[in-house]
């Protein structure tokens, strides 16, 4: 999410785009695949020849447009086959014109689709046959199909479940305008992919491939067109009608749509590819405000939602004037059309996406207002806003040749939006945030069966990659080249980039030649981080010669298990500086050294005194660093790191230190002993230190997570590691608890004394630091503790405050956590997103009874399978945060999770294969755990009509 990602890492956090495999065990498994289902028929054209002996032929001739057979394309699915980046090749027709005519109902659209299709090039012909036009199409009716308005044969053309192939013959030699007719269910479509009804509207989610589900068409980003789009529908129901681009005319028509219908016509004058299309009609409401660009062109600005939510409108809308400001004066880049338009949403599968013009959110990404938004939710808005907005650029203006791309944009926009988001606010803490989210949910992710390069080499269902990978590896990337060529540097890089490909669909390496040729640099080698799976390890070591007075690092990289032993080195940027061991500062300032050899010594010359090595200052690279410190050290630079990164880092080291010795005690079945006293005094300075930055100090006490602790070992025992969390955060609370009363006592005096709740960075630093004593407080469930957590409950100004203390409670023993829970669920009831924090605190509560529980909050009338958001408010936090129980060791977690995966299969496939992700950390477990959890994996596997989505990832974790 990222706080601000728009997919979903883990279910329970959103990342814009929010938000998985490993390279051989996921080609080996395309090739098995490929051979299993095609014979001997391997590679693209085996695939295309099995496919047609599949597909079924229409049945009845078609006399006129209207009465041309229907086929509906519902059910069997073919069986699931792999696409290879490798045989990546243009279309034989491309599509320069699109026009849409919408009849819109929600139990019933219909679609007529005029696409102006010409040979992609010379090459289109093979021989004298002219080659097959291959269209797209799932779940559509096709009612009508004619080429430049005359019905076509039935002889001409055939049918199947997810494609539409007219025969070379049939087509003109040049351009020519094939028309559709057909039609789809919205009210059906709960896998909230192509047009669907949710809440009052319907809306449309194409990318990556829904698009196919509105109407048949090349359905690859390669293929742009200029696109236009009438829509007609009842006006009472649909008074809002809105779609791509601007906005041509709008009326009443009823000899043409019907009694009591409208019609609003579109027009986006940027060609775009299909996953871009967007359309919304329903009872909505809007905010509306403008922005003057730089070039003092005035944009008109509409933020639309149900009408119940527009009082929770506002804070986006500053979020999009503040994006728009900063990517003109951070990278001269202007919007470009006369409106924007953003529509909130409430079930969707994501966080939120860029179609052009009009941006479509999740509710939970776009809507804040103080009583049902906590700051993280605040700042998330502001990051996805900002991240949407973006694309228009980094996406849209300039997109993705295929999608084994897609970090191309992903990796880029999320770069830019963790930019933006520092400058809004502090770009240590925007650091460290986005550090920690990376190790907890990628670096999870690379050290699992669904590891993957940033740029795959191979998919079955193209949703399965929107993933931590993708996105937060992919920004990391991109955060790279910005270390190794300066900030000037990269910006010299995006100019060129634009320059060139505006307008197009590119590749990654089109966008690496930029950055390599702007600024006159060899970036070969650096290919490497596109190619390579998994989290490579970086030792250092270092010695220092007084005498010579010289200082040499020894940096030595080892590749992932991932990418095998033999993988060729990578180009890693190593900030550096050297700190002195007085603590008076640096005695050599920052520098980026490059490792591009398997093992480097960096020796510095007329080094005075004595000195400590800073080492990959602000997290420089993406990789496992391996520095042997002694505590004392780490003590040293907790104190006097010059780098806010690495001072955090220092503090979060130690404490991985301390929690991973208790979980191997555990493990063993010895006692954990007290808290080291180097860690207590640590942790008692962080905190009675009268920090400037309220926030670092509270990440400076927050515990590393199971996640990202799981990840760094290579033998995970759960409950163990729960019970080291456990013991450590009770140990720090119980010997720190004068302290962590006072820093509260403070913390909550000054958030007292304001007046109206504010998101700014002061204030939220504020309340992240009382939050963090009180959640320490807790954990000591005793009286006095406890009481404090429902008076802030009870005393709650805003929902921070309330589901701070809410959580709290939750894990105490006594009556006060049902109390609490009463209390906060009566302030919530009625609004979706704040009940689903409800849901989410429950789901996560460490009680004995937590599976009854989650079971319980399932059977509640409020619950519901075919709302994304609730479902990962329950069954995501329960297995994302609930870590004792979801691992519990009769293995009743893991049956409980694989149920809900075959339930939810049925309703949403790209949700359902989100949570199957929980399993694929089987084989990193300890056997008896490993083996329960495996055991699922294969009952799912052998669960008859499993989506191809989630039939992947069952699959590929096995491997
Ligand atoms: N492009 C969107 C974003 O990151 C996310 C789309 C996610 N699509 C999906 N099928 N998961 O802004
Ligand atoms: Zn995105």
Same mark, same amino acid.
């Given at each position: 999410?990222?706080?601000?990602?728009?997919?979903?890492?883990?279910?329970?956090?959103?990342?814009?785009?929010?938000?998985?495999?490993?390279?051989?065990?996921?080609?080996?498994?395309?090739?098995?695949?490929?051979?299993?289902?095609?014979?001997?028929?391997?590679?693209?054209?085996?695939?295309?020849?099995?496919?047609?002996?599949?597909?079924?032929?229409?049945?009845?001739?078609?006399?006129?447009?209207? @009465?041309?057979?229907? !086929?509906?394309?519902?059910?069997?699915?073919?069986?699931?086959?792999?696409?290879?980046?490798?045989?990546?090749?243009?279309?034989?027709?491309?599509?320069?014109?699109?026009?849409?005519?919408?009849?819109?109902?929600?139990?019933?659209?219909?679609?007529?689709?005029?696409?102006?299709?010409?040979?992609?090039?010379?090459?289109?012909?093979?021989?004298?046959? =002219?080659?097959?036009?291959?269209?797209?199409?799932?779940?559509?009716?096709?009612?009508?199909?004619?080429?430049?308005?005359?019905?076509?044969?039935?002889?001409?053309?055939?049918?199947?479940?997810?494609?539409? *192939?007219?025969?070379?013959?049939?087509?003109?030699?040049?351009?020519?305008?094939?028309?559709?007719?057909?039609?789809?269910?919205?009210?059906?479509?709960?896998?909230?992919?192509?047009?669907?009804?949710?809440?009052?509207?319907?809306?449309?989610?194409?990318?990556?491939?829904?698009?196919?589900?509105?109407?048949?068409?090349?359905?690859?980003?390669?293929?742009?067109?200029?696109?236009?789009?009438?829509?007609?529908?009842? &006006?009472?129901?649909?008074?809002?009608?809105?779609?791509?681009?601007?906005?041509?005319?709008?009326?009443?028509?009823?000899?043409?749509?019907?009694?009591?219908?409208?019609?609003?016509?579109?027009?986006?004058?940027?060609?775009?590819?299909?996953?871009?299309?967007?359309?919304?009609?329903?009872?909505? &409401?809007?905010?509306?405000?403008?922005?003057?660009?730089?070039?003092?062109?005035?944009?008109?600005?509409?933020?639309?939602?149900?009408?119940?939510?527009?009082?929770?409108?506002?804070?986006?809308?500053?979020?999009?004037?503040?994006?728009?400001?900063?990517?003109?004066?951070?990278?001269?880049?202007?919007?470009?059309? %006369?409106?924007?338009?953003?529509?909130?949403?409430?079930?969707?599968?994501?966080?939120?996406?860029?179609?052009?013009?009009?941006?479509?959110?999740?509710?939970?990404?776009?809507?804040?207002?103080?009583?049902? !938004?906590?700051?993280?939710?605040?700042?998330?808005?502001?990051?996805?806003?900002?991240?949407?907005?973006?694309?228009?650029?980094?996406?849209?203006?300039?997109?993705?040749?295929?999608?084994?791309?897609?970090?191309?944009?992903?990796?880029?926009?999320?770069?830019?939006?963790?930019?933006?988001?520092?400058?809004?606010?502090?770009?240590?803490?925007?650091?460290?945030?986005?550090? =920690?989210?990376?190790?907890?949910?990628?670096?999870?992710?690379?050290?699992?069966?669904?590891?993957?390069?940033?740029?795959?080499?191979?998919?079955?269902?193209?949703?399965?990659?929107?993933? @931590?990978?993708?996105?937060?590896?992919?920004?990391?990337?991109?955060?790279?080249?910005?270390?190794?060529?300066?900030?000037?540097?990269? +910006?010299?890089?995006?100019?060129?980039?634009?320059?060139?490909?505006?307008?197009?669909?590119?590749?990654?390496?089109?966008?690496?030649?930029?950055?390599?040729?702007?600024?006159?640099?060899?970036?070969?080698?650096?290919?490497?981080?596109?190619?390579?799976?998994?989290?490579?390890?970086?030792?250092?070591?270092?010695?220092? %010669?007084?005498?010579?007075?010289?200082?040499?690092?020894?940096? +030595?990289?080892?590749?992932?298990?991932?990418?095998?032993?033999?993988?060729?080195?990578?180009?890693?940027?190593?900030?550096?500086?050297?700190?002195?061991?007085?603590?008076?500062?640096?005695?050599?300032?920052?520098?980026?050294?490059? #490792? *591009?050899?398997?093992?480097?010594?960096? *020796? #510095?010359?007329?080094?005075?005194?004595?000195?400590?090595?800073?080492?990959?200052?602000?997290?420089?690279?993406?990789?496992?660093?391996?520095?042997?410190?002694?505590?004392?050290?780490?003590?040293?630079?907790?104190?006097?790191?010059?780098?806010?990164?690495?001072?955090?880092? !220092?503090?979060?080291?130690?404490?991985?230190?301390?929690?991973?010795?208790?979980?191997?005690?555990?493990?063993?079945?010895?006692?954990?002993?007290?808290?080291?006293?180097?860690?207590?005094?640590?942790?008692?300075?962080?905190?009675?230190?009268?920090?400037?930055?309220?926030?670092?100090?509270?990440?400076?006490?927050?515990?590393?997570?199971?996640?990202?602790?799981?990840?760094?070992?290579?033998?995970?025992?759960?409950?163990?590691?729960?019970?080291?969390?456990?013991?450590?955060?009770?140990?720090?609370?119980?010997?720190?608890?004068?302290?962590?009363?006072?820093?509260?006592?403070?913390?909550?005096?000054?958030?007292?004394?304001?007046?109206?709740?504010?998101?700014?960075?002061?204030?939220?630093?504020?309340?992240?630091?009382?939050?963090?004593?009180?959640?320490?407080?807790?954990?000591? %469930?005793?009286?006095?503790?406890?009481?404090?957590?429902? &008076?802030?409950?009870?005393?709650?100004?805003?929902?921070?405050?309330?589901?701070?203390?809410?959580?709290?409670?939750?894990?105490?023993?006594?009556?006060?956590?049902?109390?609490?829970?009463?209390?906060?669920?009566?302030?919530?009831?009625?609004?979706?997103?704040?009940?689903?924090?409800?849901?989410?605190?429950?789901?996560?509560?460490?009680?004995?009874?937590?599976?009854?529980?989650?079971?319980?909050?399932?059977?509640?009338?409020?619950?519901?399978?075919?709302?994304?958001?609730?479902?990962?408010?329950?069954?995501?936090?329960?297995?994302?945060?609930?870590?004792?129980?979801?691992?519990?060791?009769?293995?009743?977690?893991?049956?409980?999770?694989?149920?809900?995966?075959?339930?939810?299969?049925?309703?949403?496939?790209?949700? !359902?294969?989100?949570?199957? =992700?929980?399993?694929?950390?089987?084989?990193?477990?300890?056997?008896?755990?490993?083996?329960?959890?495996?055991? &699922?994996?294969?009952?799912?596997?052998?669960?008859?009509?499993?989506?191809?989505? *989630?039939?992947?990832?069952?699959?590929?974790?096995?491997?």
């Amino acid at each position: 999410m990222r706080g601000a990602r728009v997919v979903f890492g883990v279910l329970g956090a959103i990342a814009p785009c929010a938000h998985a495999h490993r390279l051989a065990g996921w080609q080996a498994s395309g090739a098995a695949r490929a051979l299993a289902i095609g014979g001997a028929l391997g590679g693209a054209h085996g695939r295309r020849l099995f496919r047609s002996a599949l597909v079924p032929r229409t049945a009845s001739p078609p006399t006129t447009m209207a @009465a041309t057979a229907a !086929a509906t394309t519902s059910g069997a699915e073919a069986p699931p086959v792999p696409k290879l980046r490798a045989d990546y090749a243009p279309p034989a027709y491309a599509i320069k014109k699109v026009h849409l005519d919408f009849a819109l109902g929600a139990d019933e659209t219909t679609v007529t689709a005029d696409l102006a299709v010409e040979p992609w090039d010379a090459g289109a012909r093979t021989g004298d046959a =002219r080659a097959d036009l291959v269209l797209d199409g799932e779940e559509l009716t096709l009612d009508a199909l004619s080429i430049d308005g005359t019905p076509l044969e039935p002889s001409a053309y055939s049918h199947g479940p997810t494609s539409l *192939t007219i025969r070379g013959a049939a087509l003109p030699a040049g351009a020519f305008t094939l028309r559709t007719v057909v039609r789809t269910k919205p009210r059906l479509n709960t896998a909230l992919s192509g047009l669907y009804y949710s809440g009052r509207m319907l809306c449309t989610q194409c990318e990556a491939e829904g698009f196919r589900r509105i109407t048949f068409f090349l359905d690859r980003p390669d293929v742009m067109a200029v696109y236009s789009v009438r829509m007609a529908g009842p &006006q009472a129901a649909m008074p809002v009608l809105l779609s791509n681009g601007n906005l041509l005319k709008a009326g009443v028509d009823e000899a043409r749509d019907g009694p009591g219908s409208h019609f609003a016509e579109w027009a986006d004058p940027f060609p775009k590819p299909s996953y871009l299309f967007a359309l919304v009609a329903g009872a909505l &409401q809007h905010i509306s405000s403008s922005y003057v660009t730089r070039s003092g062109r005035t944009v008109t600005l509409n933020i639309y939602s149900e009408p119940e939510s527009v009082d929770a409108l506002e804070y986006a809308m500053g979020a999009l004037k503040r994006s728009m400001r900063w990517d003109e004066e951070v990278f001269g880049l202007e919007y470009d059309l %006369d409106l924007f338009n953003i529509v909130a949403v409430s079930d969707f599968n994501m966080g939120a996406m860029e179609n052009k013009g009009l941006n479509v959110f999740n509710t939970a990404c776009v809507l804040a207002r103080p009583w049902s !938004a906590t700051d993280a939710d605040y700042e998330r808005v502001e990051g996805v806003v900002a991240h949407e907005y973006f694309h228009n650029w980094t996406g849209n203006r300039v997109t993705c040749r295929d999608w084994f791309q897609l970090t191309l944009k992903e990796g880029l926009t999320v770069y830019r939006d963790q930019a933006f988001s520092a400058d809004m606010s502090s770009e240590a803490v925007k650091r460290i945030s986005d550090v =920690r989210m990376l190790r907890a949910r990628q670096f999870a992710e690379d050290a699992s069966p669904l590891a993957h390069p940033i740029r795959p080499e191979s998919y079955v269902a193209m949703d399965n990659f929107y993933t @931590a990978t993708v996105y937060e590896k992919g920004a990391e990337v991109i955060r790279m080249y910005a270390a190794l060529l300066g900030k000037a540097g990269f +910006r010299k890089g995006m100019d060129l980039y634009f320059k060139r490909h505006d307008g197009a669909a590119v590749t990654c390496d089109d966008f690496r030649k930029a950055m390599a040729d702007a600024n006159g640099r060899d970036l070969a080698q650096f290919e490497g981080w596109y190619t390579q799976p998994g989290t490579p390890t970086v030792h250092a070591t270092w010695a220092h %010669d007084a005498g010579a007075r010289t200082f040499s690092l020894t940096l +030595r990289q080892v590749p992932p298990a991932a990418a095998g032993a033999s993988a060729p080195p990578l180009h890693v940027p190593v900030a550096f500086a050297l700190l002195r061991a007085d603590g008076s500062g640096e005695a050599l300032g920052e520098r980026v050294l490059e #490792l *591009t050899e398997r093992e480097a010594t960096f *020796t #510095l010359n007329d080094v005075e005194g004595e000195v400590v090595p800073s080492i990959l200052r602000g997290f420089s690279a993406p990789v496992h660093l391996v520095a042997q410190r002694t505590d004392a050290e780490l003590a040293f630079l907790m104190a006097h790191e010059t780098d806010a990164f690495n001072r955090w880092e !220092a503090a979060n080291a130690l404490m991985t230190r301390v929690l991973l010795g208790a979980a191997d005690a555990g493990a063993r079945r010895e006692p954990l002993g007290e808290v080291p006293a180097v860690l207590l005094d640590a942790c008692r300075a962080t905190l009675v230190e009268r920090a400037a930055d309220r926030s670092l100090q509270a990440l400076a006490l927050a515990l590393p997570d199971f996640d990202t602790l799981s990840s760094s070992v290579e033998v995970v025992h759960p409950q163990p590691l729960c019970a080291a969390i456990g013991w450590l955060k009770k140990g720090l609370a119980a010997a720190l608890k004068p302290e962590l009363l006072s820093v509260y006592a403070q913390c909550a005096a000054d958030d007292a004394a304001t007046a109206a709740y504010s998101p700014d960075a002061e204030s939220i630093g504020r309340r992240r630091l009382r939050d963090a004593c009180l959640s320490y407080l807790s954990a000591l %469930d005793e009286a006095d503790t406890t009481a404090l957590c429902m &008076q802030q409950l009870k005393g709650a100004r805003c929902m921070t405050d309330a589901l701070a203390a809410f959580s709290a409670a939750s894990r105490v023993s006594g009556p006060a956590r049902l109390e609490a829970s009463a209390i906060f669920a009566d302030k919530v009831k009625d609004d979706p997103l704040a009940l689903d924090k409800w849901y989410r605190t429950r789901a996560a509560a460490d009680v004995p009874s937590a599976l009854s529980e989650v079971r319980e909050l399932m059977s509640l009338p409020s619950f519901s399978l075919t709302n994304p958001n609730r479902v990962r408010a329950v069954v995501g936090a329960f297995t994302a945060l609930n870590h004792k129980t979801f691992h519990k060791e009769d293995g009743s977690g893991y049956a409980f999770t694989a149920q809900c995966v075959i339930d939810l299969d049925k309703i949403n496939p790209q949700v !359902a294969a989100r949570l199957a =992700r929980s399993f694929s950390a089987w084989r990193r477990l300890e056997p008896a755990s490993g083996a329960l959890m495996k055991a &699922q994996l294969e009952q799912l596997q052998r669960t008859p009509g499993l989506s191809r989505n *989630t039939l992947e990832i069952v699959n590929t974790s096995l491997q």
